[in-house]
């Protein structure tokens, strides 16, 4: 009976330690599982861990990038409103340039137009001079021909007045007796 006892406590002893054994195989088994979803989940934390990292680091390049562009802007807009100020000087300048150019052109024009109108006057003077010569010179050449004209009846009556005398002189030739 004790033999039997010792059996069956040993055969119980060796179900409960096999027992034990395979739960303890089976959590061990289950604790790997564990340990691996761990590592494997560690390891995927780590390479997003690297990931960010390096998206930090590329978003800091880009932040240093876009800050250096800001300067940079910066300092474009400063010479671009430098430049603007010497535009709208330039543009007053040029304004006020165009103005006095404009009065002057007005002068010019006027003055243009004034000598204009008086060499229109004036062509229209020597024009009617022209004419009034033109016609002084008709009247002329009438006179000229009038007087041709008197001056041959003229020279034909002493031309006759002188055959006339000369007939009453050789008439009183004739007629008068000579003298001792």
Do not use: C
């Amino acid at each position: 009976m004790k033999t039997r006892l010792l059996t069956i406590f040993l055969l119980v002893l060796a179900v409960v330690l096999s027992a034990l054994s395979s739960y303890q195989w089976w959590r061990e088994t289950q604790t790997r599982q564990d340990m691996q979803a761990l590592r494997d989940t560690q390891r995927e934390l780590d390479s997003q861990l690297q990931q960010h990292t390096n998206r930090i680091q590329r978003l800091d390049l880009q932040i240093a990038e876009l800050v250096t562009e800001a300067t940079r802007f910066q300092g474009i807009a400063r010479t671009n409103e430098n430049t603007i100020v010497e535009l709208r000087n330039e543009v007053g300048l040029l304004e006020s340039t165009n103005q006095w150019l404009n009065t002057q052109l007005q002068a010019y024009t006027n003055a243009f137009n004034q000598a204009t109108n008086q060499l229109s006057e004036a062509y229209d003077n020597i024009r009617k001079q022209n004419e009034l010569v033109q016609q002084i010179a008709r009247e002329r050449d009438e006179f000229a021909g009038k007087l041709n004209r008197s001056t041959e009846e003229r020279n034909r009556i002493v031309a006759q007045y002188n055959e006339l005398v000369a007939r009453v002189e050789q008439i009183q030739t004739q007629i008068a007796p000579p003298q001792p």
